[in-house]
């Protein structure tokens, strides 16, 4: 039986000893209870957002850092350009970054302001897999940057059912680890 957890029930608790803080878009209204809690304490609040649920805007206001499908900006803003809608959920909010998978293409992360130290460098990495961009900014939202990250090359694939589960995870992984962006990317 599926219930909501509610708002009125969520434990500041909950966040003690916590690097982060990764919600969805279902029970929005106690992810937004604690994503304010968390911003209070400094925590980073990470949103997965895959579609517009009530109070998901709000939610999405909240957040640090949005991972998304790559339908999702096309949702949010009414584009069909992927870096558009990007650019267009990253003005909703505080977020610095939005990341967006594109299935076997791979992904695009986006992120505003002056370039994060690390940025570019993964010299480990295939020259071939990673890409990088520095977009104009418009108006006052400041500087853009652009990562392309291509999806690994895979021998053969059986389902990809969590597929985008597992990227959120290694994503989320490289943040609290402290890997440069293009790193938690790939």
């Not at 909501?4 to 209870?33: E, F, K, M, Y």
């Not at 694939?157 to 890997?179: H, N, Q, R």
């Amino acid at each position: 039986i599926a219930r909501d957890l509610d708002p009125a029930g969520v434990s500041p608790l909950w966040l003690d000893g916590v690097a982060l803080l990764h919600c969805d878009s279902r029970n929005t209204q106690a992810a937004i209870a604690l994503a304010k809690i968390a911003r209070a304490r400094l925590i980073p609040v990470v949103v997965d957002m895959e579609k517009d649920r009530d109070g998901a805007r709000e939610l999405l206001a909240l957040a640090d850092v949005i991972l998304t499908n790559a339908r999702y900006p096309g949702l949010f803003s009414g584009h069909d350009d992927l870096v558009t809608g990007m650019r267009a959920v990253l003005k909703h909010g505080v977020a610095h970054t939005v990341v967006s998978t594109i299935g076997e293409e791979g992904s695009v992360l986006l992120s505003r302001g002056p370039a994060p130290n690390g940025l570019w460098s993964c010299p480990d990495l295939p020259k071939d897999l990673l890409s990088f961009e520095a977009l104009p900014s418009e108006g006052d939202e400041g500087a853009k940057h652009l990562i392309r990250c291509k999806a690994w090359p895979a021998e053969s694939v059986v389902d990809t059912t969590g597929a985008g589960d597992s990227f959120i995870g290694g994503f989320l992984y490289g943040m609290v680890a402290g890997f440069p962006p293009a790193r938690s990317l790939a």
